[in-house]
């Protein structure tokens, strides 16, 4: 059983930069990929980007590649979001999430989830 705790979230003017962190209790978090997704009002959360085990590998949403940036600290048992360039449209609640199994876009295949950091980037 793993639980986590996102935070780093709040409101930023456009085109400003935030750090997401996501720590992880319970389980041992190297065992784990770890995702980020995003949830606007009234839209389906959507993937943002994944991290492999050890962090050698990331995936990310296609929209986002070049200013979004996924890292993890095994030690610190903590997953970051780095994300600039921040847009109006980036305004959303940011989850992190854990998967058992592999490092994936799909949100069906991660199995814990934090209760997810409000992110609100102002025109």
């Known amino acids: 059983q793993v639980h986590l705790v996102e935070s780093g979230g709040g409101l930023v003017q456009a085109g400003g930069s935030l750090r997401l962190s996501c720590l992880a209790s319970?389980?041992?978090?190297?065992?784990?990929?770890m995702g980020w997704f995003r949830q606007a009002p009234g839209k389906e959360r959507e993937f943002v980007g994944a991290?492999?085990?050890?962090?050698?590998?990331?995936d990310y949403a296609d929209s986002l590649k070049g200013r979004f940036t996924v890292s993890r600290d095994n030690a610190k048992k903590t997953v970051y979001l780095q994300m600039n360039s921040l847009k109006p449209e980036d305004t959303a609640v940011y989850y992190c999430a854990a998967s058992s199994w592999f490092m994936t876009s799909r949100r069906y295949d991660y199995n814990y989830w934090g209760q997810g950091t409000q992110v609100t980037v102002s025109s």
């Open positions: 319970g389980g041992t978090f190297s065992s784990y990929c």
């Open positions: 991290i492999s085990k050890s962090g050698g590998t990331t």
